[in-house]
Antibody, heavy 117, light 106 residues
Framework: QVQLHESGPGLVRPSETLSLTCSVS????????WSWIRQPPGKGLEWIGY???????NYNPSLKSRVTMSVDTSKSQFSLIVTSVTTADTAVYYC???????????WGQGTLVSVSS | IQLTQSPSFLSASVGDRVTITCRAS??????LAWYQQKPGTAPNLLIY???TLQSGVPSRFSGSGSGTEFTLTISSLQPEDFATYYC?????????FGQGTKLEIK
């Protein structure tokens, strides 16, 4: 079955860079789009963007200037980088398989990233 | 595209029929999905294409609508259905979610 797993630091200092990786098993990373979504504590879901193995991306305009996504097909992983973080970036970050109009049909378990000095 | 869910909070009893509405700020055809999220877990896809049930989702869940107005209906609430529900538009990118509807036990 398709499984996704997020990994990365749980604590990032303000103004520094947040970096997360999502490892994919049970599906070809080259055959799908892949998304990142985040959820601040006690709040709703925010779509961050998607990436395709070719390098094609689409980002939320509210984060576009600080976000980069990429795919490493050799490792079956995709990644998220958010620069110049503030406390407002504290959230549970989820990776998910993006099946277009069929929705986000497989999700990782999520990883909490706290931004604090 | 902005999505507005109503109500934001809903209190109901086991066996009740409940309906949640999602309104889009512009037409999105039938490109809408619904998710269920329980505390401490990732969202789970329930419905896509506004009305197609994801594999494994109980038939008491149903979705309808097109254009700008959509509904999620649970025909007979079960104890495991008390959760938060989100709609998401997939018609154009960037994608977006509704603010969520928390379904609580009365």
């Amino acid at each position: 079955q398709v499984q996704l797993h997020e990994s990365g630091p749980g604590l990032v200092r303000p103004s520094e860079t947040l970096s997360l990786t999502c490892s994919v098993s049970g599906a070809s990373i080259s055959s799908h789009y892949w998304s990142w979504i985040r959820q601040p504590p006690g709040k709703g879901l925010e779509w961050i963007g998607y990436v395709f193995y070719s390098g094609s991306t689409n980002y939320n305009p509210s984060l576009k200037s600080r976000v980069t996504m990429s795919v490493d097909t050799s490792k079956s992983q995709f990644s998220l980088i958010v620069t110049s973080v503030t406390t407002a970036d504290t959230a549970v970050y989820y990776c998910a398989r993006n099946s277009g109009p069929l929705g986000l049909d497989h999700w990782g378990q999520g990883t909490l990233v706290s931004v604090s000095s | 595209i902005q999505l507005t869910q109503s109500p934001s909070f809903l209190s109901a009893s086991v066996g009740d029929r409940v309906t949640i509405t999602c309104r889009a700020s512009q037409g999105i055809s039938s490109n809408l999905a619904w998710y269920q999220q329980k505390p401490g877990t990732a969202p789970n896809l329930l419905i896509y294409g506004a009305s197609t049930l994801q594999s494994g989702v109980p038939s008491r869940f149903s979705g309808s609508g097109s254009g700008t107005e959509f509904t999620l209906t649970i025909s007979s609430l079960q104890p495991e259905d008390f959760a938060t529900y989100y709609c998401q538009q997939l018609n154009s990118y960037p994608s977006s979610f509704g603010q969520g509807t928390k379904l609580e036990i009365k």
